[in-house]
């Protein structure tokens, strides 16, 4: 039995993109409050394996860009932004050095 909050027009299910598998799909609910929109940041390693992820929030597509641009570090490349199942961007962090 679903709990009564659940709607069955909003699937939660993981998406199988193989080693970001962790990537859910929530439809509706990635949109937050006051139009800010939840995007994932994946720090990946020279092998594009991921090291670890990070959420975000963001009003715009750029600007959820220039956060995860703030995620570079020493080890980690490439950093990945996903808003839900769509690929925004990926950053190289040797270009931001």
Known sequence: MWPSSHNLSEPVEPLGLG?????????KRQQGTLGMTTYRAYRLDQRHRIINGQWLQASSDAEAKDQAEDLCEEGAPTIELWQATRLVD????????
């Open 19 to 27: 080693n970001r598998s962790a990537v859910w799909s929530f439809s």
């Open 90 to 97: 990926e950053i190289d962090c040797a270009d931001d050095a």
